[in-house]
């Protein structure tokens, strides 16, 4: 194995393990909002329960995917410097775009969030969760513009063999940004949606926290009811934009190899196994024309088959094609809970269905899968461009012994799994633990209950604490 691969193996797993937690951190502070509001305008004691929560589980994998990211960003020097020194022009300046707004928005307003219950008002408390959830969303949207550019190069000027930026708008709004920037955003609130309604499933079976358990359910198949069909849409809408920009991509997921007869459509593979080697698939099971009819909204509608490219432009039919079937799946998988769910919550069964809850808690972890199968089809299908048609991988990689790249590889693997490995520990700790009650109602001019230490905005401990230290009146 070369350092080409090695180096692609590497940035591949980081950049797979840092995706996880943005696709639950965007969600899950727009929930942290939502329940501040909720315990705002109702005083019920359970939405502020909940809140703290949740912020908790917020506070270690905002963390963990900072840690992550920060990582992930170095291996443009180290490993892709080649592809930082002829479009660092370009991806550098939308780069620190996030770090000038979204960090800087996150990072002032983080501490607030974490530190400040009771010693800041109410509401200032509020617009710091508010700002959090916002300041997530702006980092989704400019590392999705630098991501999208990569795909759909637009904007740009060569000077010699760098890219130099010609218009702004056209590189930050490149062709496939919107759909990707809609596409991304809805499958992290869907990742946090199934992790919320996964929980309050759990909770109704064990018969634990029952009230909160209830609300998380119905809140999360409400919002998956809306979402799931949603995301359904965003994602047709982007399969066209790739059949235009990107056909032999899309080629691939559909594992389209030839041309077929005239007027004849493009069947839907429903079941394969691709053939490189033969251009084929193998076991084939096809719906004549519906691959037509989805993909370019016409019964004789044609797309650009894998063979129309020599085979070294073609990308990884394999792992593309299944990918993409995996992240269809879960979304149909998806699709079909949320529909029973409206049925059972209409019969009023949904809290005591046990095969019901059953599914949501199996089903509570299938966010992160579809993500990270859609991040595969992604990133994988724009092979073997790093910068779609115009720099090839082989030739953005940088001149590297296979021994460094193992060392670093390998250190990588060995820091995550005790990192990570740690965190997500805890994290279900805290799961397990669930929303513990919060007495007295908090105070915003008390300022008695300050963490000690940073960490102890995490402690599941550091609530009951108040509730046996009687709060200090002013005067």
């Not at 589980?57 to 002829?86: H, K, P």
């Not at 199934?194 to 009230?211: N, P, S």
């Not at 805290?430 to 008695?448: C, H, I, N, T, V």
Request: a neutral charge; charged letters at 15%.
């Amino acid at each position: 194995m070369d350092a080409l691969m090695l180096s692609r193996i590497q940035f591949g797993f980081v950049i797979s393990f840092h995706v996880l937690f943005p696709a639950f951190t965007v969600g899950l502070s727009s929930w942290l909002a939502f329940l501040q509001w909720r315990w705002l305008r109702t005083r019920d004691t359970i939405w502020r329960d909940m809140f703290f929560f949740w912020m908790k589980v917020f506070a270690i994998s905002f963390g963990m995917g900072v840690v992550s990211g920060i990582v992930m960003s170095f291996q443009f020097g180290t490993n892709w410097s080649v592809l930082s020194e002829r479009a660092g022009h370009i991806l550098g300046p939308l780069l620190a775009y996030e770090v000038l707004t979204a960090f800087f928005l996150e990072a002032s307003f983080l501490g607030v969030m974490l530190f400040g219950w009771r010693k800041v008002p109410e509401k200032l408390h509020f617009f710091s969760t508010c700002m959090v959830a916002l300041g997530t969303l702006i980092s989704t949207f400019w590392i999705l513009s630098a991501n999208s550019w990569l795909h759909t190069p637009a904007g740009y000027e060569m000077v010699g063999d760098m890219f130099h930026p010609a218009s702004w708008r056209e590189i930050i709004f490149n062709p496939s940004f919107p759909f990707r920037l809609a596409h991304m955003v809805l499958a992290a609130f869907i990742t946090t949606c199934f992790v919320i309604g996964g929980v309050g499933a759990w909770y109704l079976r064990r018969g634990d926290h029952l009230e909160p358990g209830r609300r998380m359910l119905k809140l999360a198949v409400a919002f998956a009811a809306i979402a799931v069909p949603l995301q359904i849409v965003v994602g047709d809408l982007h399969g066209l934009a790739t059949a235009e920009y990107q056909p032999t991509k899309l080629a691939a997921m559909e594992g389209h190899w030839h041309h077929g007869a005239p007027g004849a459509g493009v069947p839907l593979v429903v079941f394969g196994l691709p053939d490189e080697a033969n251009e084929r698939n193998n076991f084939e099971l096809a719906i004549p024309r519906l691959g037509s009819l989805i993909l370019t909204h016409s019964l004789d509608g044609e797309i650009e088959p894998l063979t129309a490219v020599p085979p070294e432009e073609r990308p990884p039919v394999v792992p593309v094609f299944w990918s993409f079937r995996v992240m269809v799946g879960i979304g149909m998988l998806m699709l079909l809970l949320c529909a029973l769910s409206l049925v059972a919550w209409r019969r009023d069964r949904l809290y005591d269905t046990r095969w019901l809850l059953d599914g949501w808690r199996i089903m509570a972890p299938s966010g992160f899968i579809a993500v990270l199968a859609g991040w595969f089809v992604v990133e994988m299908g724009r092979q073997p461009w790093v910068v779609q048609g115009l720099l090839r991988t082989e030739d953005a990689v940088s001149d590297l012994e296979v021994s460094s790249v193992v060392i670093s590889l390998s250190a990588f693997l060995l820091a995550y799994a005790i990192v990570f490995g740690a965190g997500g520990s805890y994290i279900y700790k805290l799961l397990r633990r669930g929303p513990l009650p919060f007495e007295p109602a908090p105070e915003s001019d008390d300022g008695e209950r300050t963490p000690r230490r940073p960490i102890s905005a995490a402690d599941p401990n550091e609530h009951e604490v108040d509730v046996a230290k009687p709060a200090r009146r002013p005067g």
